[in-house]
């Protein structure tokens, strides 16, 4: 298995002629065109539903958290300090054309004007497929909306988060909007027996929008979400219930790949979402010297392998279909620490496994309330976090040949803060476009109340939909 850990740069320079912004990962000074410096910090989160819809698990997150990955990121910059000021970029312009067109922005709003240079990655089939996919949008709290225990009638977990039921035209809508992935959380455990045989009336319902995004022509991503928690009775990465979890992991995705087995790449499988200790005081932080987490982590990569198995033997497309898997928590250092394996693939496919990621980041801004509400593309105490674990991804993997997917990222409205959130939104596409790496927005559909408001695109008002972050999502990608 190809066991992912912090890398010594200077053989990655020599052997990949790899061009890195000057001090990746350290104090040190990154040169990306405004100024930002680079410190650690892969703090993620979970998505959640609109506040009083379901448990809000933002506020679970420790200061802890937030420096959990400092010593690794800090060697990475060490071991490259040699050599990463004379490689050369690969790119002139990178991803860094200045906006000409403000029309499309609120009066007052401006685009952040960036310059930061794509970095030199092998030429290979799998980096291309992830440059292709771009920029996402994540459908969320729809299809992965659940209550427990389950209603009645099933099909309206649909709608039980926000109340909206998703058409073909927000389909359309969304693409014409730019993005060109889409992905389809999937809960599952409201949805099948016994046996995790799924209901015939949901697949078909969520097949119907996988269907109208895939004939779009846009990448298409689903998967087993809110499955985790011990009363859903689905998975759970502990050693107690770790054959129920195997059975259920494979049953469920035995049943997606026949139905989808035809599909081409377009369509993208993800093994799970966030697998993680729900309800312990590791649930969102991996620590290295604990038992349980050292213990979850192999549990997720003995699932992430049934995945994979359950996927290549079930025939068609599959054999080849892109896959993405997860680390502890979906979070940064939950896919870099040393105990996470990415699984083994059959002979004869190159890269066809994916890191899935999720990165709200810096957390401070991007989820804690009310922690900081603006963001400056030059000031480096707001953006270093994203340099940051960027940098740890690409090294770990992108220069390894090694697809990465940020499954979901975002940043909540915090009273009006609309020119930092689109400042933001631009600063981090730039960044993972310059580095290889796709970014999926959260989107819950949320813009008013206490909650979580990550919706930009307005599914029961699509003209009130916020033009502004979207225009600039777009900008840099």
Same mark, same amino acid.
């Given at each position: 298995?190809?066991?992912?850990?912090?890398?010594?740069?200077?053989?990655?320079?020599?052997?990949?002629?790899?061009?890195?912004?000057?001090?990746?990962?350290?104090? !040190?000074?990154?040169?990306?065109?405004?100024?930002?410096?680079? @410190?650690?910090?892969?703090?993620?989160?979970?998505? @959640?539903?609109?506040?009083?819809?379901?448990?809000?698990?933002?506020?679970?997150?420790?200061?802890?958290?937030?420096?959990?990955?400092?010593?690794?990121?800090?060697?990475? !910059?060490?071991?490259?300090? !040699?050599?990463?000021?004379?490689?050369?970029?690969?790119?002139?312009?990178?991803?860094?054309?200045?906006?000409?067109?403000?029309?499309?922005?609120?009066?007052?709003?401006?685009?952040?004007?960036?310059?930061?240079?794509?970095?030199?990655?092998?030429?290979?089939?799998?980096?291309?497929?992830?440059?292709?996919?771009?920029?996402?949008?994540?459908?969320?709290?729809?299809?992965?909306?659940?209550?427990?225990?389950?209603?009645?009638?099933?099909?309206?977990?649909?709608?039980?988060?926000?109340?909206?039921?998703?058409?073909?035209?927000?389909?359309?809508?969304?693409?014409?909007?730019?993005?060109?992935?889409?992905?389809?959380?999937?809960?599952?455990?409201?949805?099948?027996?016994?046996?995790?045989?799924?209901?015939?009336?949901?697949?078909?319902?969520?097949?119907?929008?996988?269907?109208?995004?895939?004939?779009?022509?846009?990448?298409?991503?689903?998967?087993?979400?809110?499955?985790?928690?011990?009363?859903?009775?689905?998975?759970?990465?502990?050693?107690?219930?770790?054959?129920?979890?195997?059975?259920?992991?494979?049953?469920?995705?035995?049943?997606?790949?026949?139905?989808?087995?035809? $599909?081409?790449?377009?369509?993208?499988?993800?093994?799970?979402?966030?697998?993680?200790?729900?309800?312990?005081?590791?649930?969102?932080?991996?620590?290295?010297?604990?038992?349980?987490?050292?213990?979850?982590?192999?549990?997720?990569?003995?699932?992430? @392998?049934?995945?994979?198995?359950?996927?290549?033997?079930?025939?068609?497309?599959? !054999?080849?279909?892109?896959?993405?898997?997860?680390? $502890?928590?979906?979070?940064?250092?939950?896919?870099?620490?040393?105990?996470?394996?990415?699984?083994?693939?059959?002979?004869?496919?190159?890269?066809?496994?994916?890191?899935?990621?999720?990165?709200?980041?810096?957390?401070?801004?991007?989820?804690?309330?009310?922690? =900081?509400?603006?963001?400056?593309?030059?000031?480096?105490?707001?953006?270093?976090?994203?340099?940051?674990?960027?940098?740890?991804?690409?090294?770990?993997? =992108?220069?390894?040949?090694?697809?990465?997917?940020?499954?979901?990222?975002?940043?909540?409205?915090?009273?009006?803060?609309? @020119?930092?959130?689109?400042?933001?939104?631009? $600063?981090?596409?730039?960044?993972?476009?310059?580095?290889?790496?796709?970014?999926?927005?959260?989107?819950?559909?949320?813009?008013?109340?206490?909650?979580?408001?990550?919706?930009?695109?307005?599914?029961?008002?699509?003209?009130?939909?916020?033009?502004?972050?979207?225009?600039?999502?777009?900008?840099?990608?």
């Amino acid at each position: 298995m190809l066991r992912k850990k912090i890398t010594t740069v200077v053989a990655l320079v020599m052997a990949f002629d790899l061009t890195l912004i000057s001090g990746c990962g350290s104090s !040190a000074p990154v040169d990306t065109g405004s100024g930002t410096e680079a @410190q650690a910090d892969t703090q993620t989160v979970s998505d @959640q539903p609109e506040s009083g819809e379901a448990d809000n698990k933002s506020d679970d997150r420790s200061a802890a958290d937030t420096t959990a990955s400092d010593s690794g990121s800090t060697e990475v !910059a060490e071991d490259n300090s !040699a050599d990463n000021t004379s490689a050369d970029t690969g790119a002139d312009t990178g991803s860094g054309e200045e906006s000409t067109d403000n029309t499309k922005l609120s009066e007052g709003i401006t685009m952040p004007k960036l310059f930061i240079p794509d970095l030199k990655v092998h030429e290979m089939e799998a980096l291309a497929f992830v440059k292709d996919m771009g920029v996402g949008f994540n459908l969320g709290n729809t299809f992965d909306a659940y209550l427990d225990p389950t209603p009645a009638d099933e099909m309206s977990t649909e709608t039980c988060w926000h109340g909206t039921y998703t058409t073909k035209e927000m389909i359309e809508d969304i693409h014409e909007y730019g993005f060109d992935t889409i992905r389809i959380p999937v809960s599952w455990h409201n949805h099948v027996d016994g046996d995790a045989n799924i209901s015939a009336q949901w697949l078909d319902r969520v097949n119907e929008v996988v269907d109208w995004a895939y004939d779009e022509g846009m990448y298409v991503i689903i998967n087993i979400h809110h499955d985790n928690h011990l009363e859903a009775e689905g998975l759970y990465p502990d050693k107690a219930h770790l054959d129920k979890s195997k059975k259920y992991v494979s049953r469920v995705w035995e049943q997606l790949s026949d139905r989808f087995k035809d $599909y081409d790449e377009h369509l993208i499988f993800e093994a799970m979402n966030e697998p993680r200790l729900v309800g312990t005081d590791h649930e969102w932080y991996f620590d290295n010297d604990s038992d349980e987490c050292r213990e979850a982590m192999e549990c997720i990569n003995e699932l992430n @392998q049934v995945f994979v198995d359950t996927v290549r033997s079930s025939g068609g497309n599959n !054999a080849s279909r892109y896959l993405m898997c997860p680390g $502890y928590d979906a979070s940064v250092d939950g896919g870099t620490n040393s105990f996470f394996e990415l699984p083994q693939d059959i002979e004869g496919n190159e890269a066809r496994i994916m890191l899935s990621v999720h990165a709200y980041t810096p957390y401070n801004f991007a989820l804690e309330y009310p922690g =900081v509400s603006d963001f400056d593309v030059n000031n480096a105490e707001r953006t270093r976090d994203i340099s940051t674990f960027m940098d740890k991804l690409f090294l770990n993997y =992108v220069t390894h040949g090694v697809p990465v997917v940020i499954g979901e990222f975002g940043c909540r409205d915090k009273n009006g803060n609309l @020119q930092d959130r689109v400042n933001y939104s631009a $600063y981090f596409v730039a960044m993972a476009k310059a580095r290889n790496i796709a970014c999926v927005w959260w989107d819950n559909n949320a813009f008013m109340g206490d909650g979580e408001l990550f919706g930009i695109y307005n599914r029961k008002e699509p003209e009130k939909s916020n033009t502004d972050i979207i225009a600039a999502l777009m900008e840099y990608k």
